[in-house]
């Protein structure tokens, strides 16, 4: 070799190497900087987890948060046991509760495209032993899982008969309480969310696949995702189910498992397996992209507007990002699972407690702020002004509730502000504070918001109320200002 080739040969294989140096230096910072984001995320969120179970107001608690196919978060804090021998860990399976709704509505979507099922199918020809002959004739399979059938809430008296006497229901005794409860509205009129048609959407499977409903969590979820959701019935002895508690008057005690629960809320999960679930669910290996886009629509209702809950799904907005998902719990909340579309993320909290504050979707919300880098919301020093109050004001009431129920938004005559009341009275109420078109905030709950509804005359018929971002209740309005007057 000359002296001008080694020459040139040292001058290249230097810049080489420098771009190689300097390329390996780049690729370790980042490197390294997705690792100190992620263990920043993990500090965070674990000092979520260890407030709760400190403040001694929940046993325990898992909480998972995956992005595309990653992991970003995955930890569980407190106990299963009532002794506290044993401490919850990712692989400890938690109820879903009504998450159960939206797993088995997916179930039912499935068998619309296998043509078993048809969303426009009568309740009468469904379960033709279904007694309310009436009531059959006009519900149809989409009302069932719309909440908007009209059917009474059976929750309260069933339940509660299980509780005196320790017999789980059977199919007959729903259809004796159903059957002696007139519908509370027109099927697709309204939306109330109620369990009674997820129960009648369990049966109804069961019936046109002639198999168990496990049998059909399985064949259609299972199988094609490798997921292990399973009802309660069949992991009650399954030593990785957590045991579940009650915290009354400061003290937590064990509560039974109600082992007769299915399609309305009796499925189980671990945290992580259920937020892999809407990746799964989104892209064509449960069901098609076109039954998934129908379940997450919003749902036209004949009274003139829609209600954010779709087949199975609840829609809202958490902050400024859109997200579905569900919720599930008894006194309170104690599993929660949303996505976010625009960040490819979900997240998923579940407890094993009932009855307490600290539940799942208060632990949902502080986990939702530091994944999608949000402040905690405050619009008390910067409320809009620009509304006309007065088009508010007035009595609103779900169909069926008891009168004891109806909301009324009523002004304060000394700061002319607006309130919402359960008696009229704006000193035992909630100053709302305005945040345009027709939005409010509560500060006592600050991740919540109340939306009114306007018809096609601008005039409010409605509001709506979203509960950590998910709309859950829609109060008609049954009295303007100057009718509800005393």
Not at 93 to 103: E, G, N
Not at 219 to 229: A, L, Q, S, V
């Amino acid at each position: 070799m000359s002296n001008y080739q080694e020459m040139n040969f040292l001058k290249n294989y230097g810049v080489l190497l420098i771009l190689t140096l300097f390329f390996l230096y780049g690729c370790n910072d980042e490197k390294s900087t997705k690792e100190e984001g992620s263990s920043d995320l993990k500090v965070k969120i674990d000092s979520i987890g260890e407030r709760y179970i400190h403040d001694g107001k929940v046993m325990g608690l898992s909480i998972a948060v995956v992005k595309a196919d990653s992991i970003l978060y995955n930890n569980s804090f407190g106990y299963v046991d009532s002794l506290k021998s044993v401490s919850t860990t990712n692989d400890h399976y938690f109820l879903m509760a009504s998450i159960s709704k939206l797993v088995g509505s997916t179930i039912v979507m499935k068998l619309v495209e296998e043509g078993v099922l048809d969303l426009d199918d009568k309740l009468s020809d469904l379960l033709p032993d279904y007694p309310n002959k009436k009531q059959a004739e006009k519900i149809k399979l989409r009302h069932l899982i719309s909440m908007t059938s009209g059917l009474k809430e059976y929750a309260t008296t069933i339940d509660s008969i299980y509780i005196a006497t320790g017999k789980s229901p059977s199919k007959q005794d729903y259809y004796r309480f159903l059957n002696s409860h007139e519908l509370e509205f027109e099927p697709g009129s309204h939306y109330k969310y109620v369990n009674s048609g997820f129960v009648l959407m369990a049966m109804i499977v069961e019936r046109a696949t002639k198999k168990s409903f496990q049998s059909n969590i399985d064949r259609i979820i299972n199988e094609p995702t490798g997921f292990n959701i399973e009802l309660i019935s069949e992991r009650l002895k399954n030593p990785m189910m957590s045991q579940y508690f009650q915290l009354n008057k400061g003290k937590i005690s064990k509560r039974k498992h109600w082992p007769w629960i299915k399609g309305d809320g009796g499925m189980t999960n671990t945290a992580l397996q259920l937020a892999k679930y809407p990746t799964k669910w989104m892209d064509g290996t449960i069901i098609t992209p076109k039954s998934f886009e129908q379940m997450i629509s919003d749902t036209y209702l004949s009274s003139g507007y829609s209600s954010e809950y779709g087949l199975g799904v609840k829609n809202g907005s958490f902050e400024g990002e859109p997200m579905f998902g569900h919720s599930g719990g008894d006194a309170t909340t104690y599993s929660m699972m949303f996505h976010f579309p625009k960040k490819s993320t979900t997240i998923v909290a579940m407890i094993n407690t009932n009855n307490t504050p600290a539940n799942a979707r208060q632990i949902f919300s502080e986990t939702a702020l530091i994944v999608l880098d949000k402040g905690r919301p405050d619009f008390s020093k910067n409320e809009r002004t620009n509304e006309n109050l007065i088009d508010f004001l007035g009595a609103y009431l779900s169909p069926g509730d008891p009168e004891n129920g109806t909301a009324f938004i009523v002004e304060n005559n000394q700061n002319g502000h607006l309130y919402y009341t359960f008696d009229k009275n704006p000193d035992n109420g909630q100053r709302m504070y305005s945040l345009g078109n027709g939005m409010f905030w509560i500060k006592k709950w600050p991740y919540d918001r109340i939306q009114f509804v306007r018809d096609n005359s601008n005039n409010v018929v409605a509001l709506k109320e979203f509960y950590g971002g998910y709309m859950s209740k829609i109060r008609p309005k049954i009295a303007a200002h100057n009718d509800q007057k005393e």
